[in-house]
């Protein structure tokens, strides 16, 4: 996982990866989210320029679920679903500055956004059927842990994208002490 570098990873992860076998049974990514997460509520604070954590995550993520900021690629599906933003991509009619994609994002409706990418048959086909055998552990509720790292999956909040009906979400929880902990 990289740090706010970009191009630079703790030991503790390197560490890691001296048993290839043993790091095979780790839930990586359950770490990368944990990260992501922690990073993201960071970044969210007024003095903070930077992020770190697995942003190719997050902007796949996004490029799936918002259609109109998404770069039209000329490659089939693949799985891992990540994968497909390695292509070469056309960004023609898509912002670059932050203030022209905020307001992209703040003009669009509910129904310009897409709640449930993952139910096109062009990627359903793609995704290992193993994710499928258990469609409700995609909404549960649990901690997810790395380090000094505590975050809360709060799957119920975006019921929406798995094609539940979405209740008002009762209030989240907060880990504010332990976002104070910075093992950097």
């Not at 790091?23 to 993201?40: D, Q």
């Not at 203030?99 to 139910?119: A, G, M, N």
């Not at 790395?146 to 929406?160: K, P």
Request: charged fraction near 25%.
């Amino acid at each position: 996982m990289p740090n706010l570098s970009r191009n630079l990873v703790h030991l503790r992860w390197l560490l890691k990866l001296v048993d290839f076998r043993a790091a095979g049974e780790l839930s990586w990514g359950s770490a990368m989210l944990a990260k992501l997460y922690k990073e993201m509520c960071g970044a969210a604070l007024p003095n903070k320029a930077k992020i770190g954590g697995c942003l190719s995550l997050l902007q796949s993520w996004a490029r799936f679920f918002f259609p109109f900021l998404r770069p039209r690629v000329d490659r089939l599906y693949t799985f891992p679903l990540i994968i497909r933003w390695n292509h070469s991509a056309s960004y023609v009619r898509i912002p670059t500055s932050l203030e022209d994609i905020r307001l992209l994002l703040d003009q669009r409706s509910d129904v310009e956004f897409e709640w449930t990418p993952y139910d096109e048959p062009t990627i359903r086909a793609v995704i290992l059927n193993e994710y499928f055998q258990n469609p409700n552990a995609w909404h549960v509720k649990l901690p997810l842990v790395s380090y000094a790292t505590v975050e809360i999956l709060q799957s119920d909040r975006v019921l929406r994208q798995f094609g539940f009906r979405q209740s008002i979400p009762v209030a989240f929880e907060v880990f504010d002490d332990e976002h104070k902990v910075d093992l950097r």
